[in-house]
C-alpha cells in the first residue's frame, strides 16, 4: 500500500468527526507538520478537504458529490442476484428481491424454485403490501409518523383467514417486524404459501431491499421453510455488507446466527 495514499485517506475519518486544524491532523497520522500540509493540499486542491477562514480544515463538497453519485449508480439488484442465486442453489425455493416506492413494494428480482409445485409471481409485480413479508420488513423500516399515516391508507383484502386484518393489527405487527429484524408471511396472501424475509441495508443503516424465500407448503412445512430462516438472514446480511462496502464477519460455522443488532433509530437507547 501506498504509504502517501494510506495517510491521505487516513485525514478523512478525522475530519469527518468536525473540522481540524493542521497540527491535529498531523498529530493524529503522526507525521511532520509539512507533511500534512502538503497532504491537505492535494486534497484541498481536488475538493475533497476545505480550508476554512479559520484555518481549520472539513470534508469538501466534491467529496459528498462523488459519494452520492455513487449511491445513485449502485444498483441493488446487481449485487444481490448472484446471492439469490447461491440461496437458490442451496435451498431450491423461490427467491425474491423487493423495494419499496411510492407505497408499493415491488418485486425487482426473482430465482425461480427447482420445484414443479411453484408459487406464482413475476418482476416488477407489486406484492401484496399487507401481508407480504418482504413488504412488512420494508414499511416497518419507515419513520412512526409514516407507517401509521401508511397504515390507515391502506386497504385490507382478506385474502385468507391469516390475513391481517386492518390498521392496529398491521402497525402492531410492524412493531414486532421492527424489533425482531425480520419477517414471515404463513399463509396470509395465500393459504398454501409461506414466505420468510430478511432486509438487505444500506451503509446508513436503512432497508433499501427486502429479500425473501417462499415456498408452498405441499413442497416444504411451515416449520421447515422457518428452519431457514438463518440463511435467509445470513444472505441478506452478505448483500447488505457489499452493497454497503462493509467487511462481513463470517459466523462460526458450527454456531448459530446471533440475534440482529438494534434497529438503527433505536442505537444508543435502552
Request: net charge neutral; charged share 20%; glycine share 6%.
Amino acid at each position: 500500500m501506498s504509504q502517501t495514499v494510506d495517510r491521505a485517506l487516513s485525514i478523512l475519518p478525522l475530519l469527518a468527526e468536525g473540522p481540524a486544524n493542521l497540527e491535529q491532523v498531523a498529530q493524529r497520522l503522526g507525521v511532520h507538520k509539512s507533511t500534512a500540509l502538503r497532504l491537505l493540499r492535494t486534497l484541498h486542491e481536488h475538493g475533497i478537504v476545505y480550508r476554512q477562514p479559520d484555518q481549520r480544515y472539513r470534508l469538501g463538497a466534491r467529496l459528498f458529490a462523488l459519494a452520492q453519485q455513487a449511491v445513485e449508480n449502485l444498483d441493488v439488484r446487481e449485487v444481490a442476484h448472484p446471492h439469490l442465486v447461491e440461496l437458490n442453489r442451496v435451498c431450491g425455493h423461490t427467491v425474491h428481491l423487493a423495494v419499496h416506492e411510492d407505497d408499493e413494494v415491488t418485486y425487482i428480482d426473482k430465482v425461480e424454485s427447482r420445484y414443479p409445485v411453484r408459487m406464482y409471481s413475476r418482476i416488477g409485480k407489486p406484492v401484496a403490501i399487507t401481508v407480504a413479508a418482504v413488504a412488512k420488513l420494508l414499511l416497518a423500516d419507515l419513520p412512526e409518523p409514516e407507517r401509521r399515516a401508511l397504515a390507515e391508507r391502506l386497504d385490507y383484502p382478506r385474502y385468507t383467514a391469516r390475513s391481517t386484518p386492518g390498521p392496529a393489527a398491521f402497525l402492531a405487527e410492524l412493531a414486532t417486524v421492527r424489533e425482531q429484524g425480520w419477517a414471515t408471511d404463513l399463509g396470509g396472501h395465500e393459504e398454501s404459501i409461506n414466505c420468510v424475509a430478511a432486509p438487505v441495508r444500506g451503509a446508513d443503516g436503512r432497508a433499501v431491499a427486502a429479500l425473501s424465500l417462499s415456498a408452498p407448503n405441499v413442497v416444504v412445512t411451515r416449520e421447515q421453510l422457518l428452519d431457514l430462516l438463518p440463511l435467509v438472514r445470513r444472505t441478506a446480511a452478505a448483500v447488505s455488507a457489499e452493497y454497503a462496502g462493509k467487511p462481513l464477519a463470517a459466523p462460526h460455522p458450527a454456531s448459530p446466527p446471533g440475534p440482529l443488532p438494534p434497529h438503527p433509530s433505536e442505537q444508543g437507547t435502552t
